[in-house]
Structures are given as C-alpha cells and as structure tokens.
C-alpha cells in the first residue's frame, strides 16, 4: 500500500489545519486508517484511527480537538486539527493496517507531514 499525505504547515495558537492521506495498491489489506505524530526528541505517538466501520479513537491529548474521518470509495483519511496547541508540534504520519488489534508497523505509513503550531 502506498500513502500520500498531504496538509500541514505553519498555524498560528488556536487556528486549524486539515490532513489528508490517500492510499493506493494493495487497499484490500485496509481497515484501520489513522494517524500518529512524532516531536522532535520524542517517539512516535498515536493520535487517531479509524475502522472501515466508522470506529473511532482517538489519544486523549486530542480528544475534542481533532476529528478523524475517511472515504471509504476514494481510499481517503482526514485528520480535522481545531483549537491547535504549540503542543501539537510534530511530524504527522498517516498509517493504514488490517486489523486494529495489530501494532501499526504491521501495516504502511506515509512519508510525514509537518505540523507546526506557534505564533
């Protein structure tokens, strides 16, 4: 499977931004559609995910701020970022796997986007 994310970039405290991820390939191994973020000096986090279902989660550092959300036809993520925080500050990684019971290196992940909140 291959993704392409796409969104992201400079945002002031507060403001938004819109992810998107599209996958292409071997989409037949997709179910779980979400995203994680890595911080400079930190490891890589969840952030969001969502089941071909409508099932959603999310981390709680983000619940109520972001929305995820998929096309379920065009093989699209979204990642809707409200209320942004200098917090939220990393690279966003889109990942696509079969089955949420399985670490998401089981699956695919984008090439990143960066996100960077700050004033």
């Known amino acids: 499977v291959q993704l392409q994310a796409s969104g992201g970039g400079l945002v002031q405290p507060g403001g938004f931004a819109k992810l998107s991820c599209a996958a292409s390939?071997?989409?037949?191994?997709?179910?779980?559609m979400g995203w994680y973020r890595q911080a400079p000096g930190n490891q890589r986090e969840f952030v969001a995910q969502i089941t071909s279902g409508g099932t959603t989660d999310y981390a709680g550092s983000v619940k109520g701020r972001f929305t995820i959300s998929r096309d379920n036809a065009k093989n699209t993520v979204h990642l809707q970022m409200n209320s942004l925080k200098p917090e939220d500050t990393a690279v966003y990684y889109c990942n696509v796997r079969k089955y949420t019971y399985l670490p998401p290196d089981s699956g695919s992940w984008g090439q990143g986007t960066l996100v960077t909140v700050s004033s």
């Open positions: 390939g071997s989409i037949n191994s997709i179910n779980v």
